[in-house]
């Protein structure tokens, strides 16, 4: 059974860092294209970054470029994003996605609540 579990979610101050953390279980594919998404309150969904399996090309919307770090442990099949100077505007949950290329399926974790308040 494909699974994506995201972890590394809270409240933190502006200012502060996270570590999110995808872990992927039940497949393998490759290549691959790994990605993190972010919906806020009331907003739709939007993609913030990905990296390739198993080239590890990655690549970030501009509105995080800086800030957001996505990097990937291969033996944990796991994924990351470093999040740092964090804003309220970054609140929103956190997700997950695993694309295997020639798929059309695409596999979703069930999210990381991530809430930036003083």
């Known amino acids: 059974q494909v699974q994506l579990v995201e972890s590394g979610g809270g409240l933190v101050q502006p200012g502060g860092s996270l570590r999110l953390s995808c872990a992927v279980s039940g497949f393998t594919c490759s290549p691959y294209l790994m990605s993190w998404y972010r919906q806020a309150p009331g907003k739709e969904r939007e993609w913030a970054a990905s990296?390739?399996?198993?080239?590890?090309?990655?690549t970030y919307a501009d509105s995080v470029k800086g800030r957001f770090t996505i990097s990937r442990d291969n033996v944990k099949n796991t994924v990351y994003l470093q999040i740092n100077s964090l804003k309220p505007e970054d609140t929103a949950v956190y997700y997950c996605r695993r694309v295997c290329v020639g798929d059309p399926a695409k596999y979703w974790g069930q999210g990381t609540q991530v809430t930036v308040s003083s």
């Open positions: 990296i390739t399996g198993p080239d590890g090309d990655i």
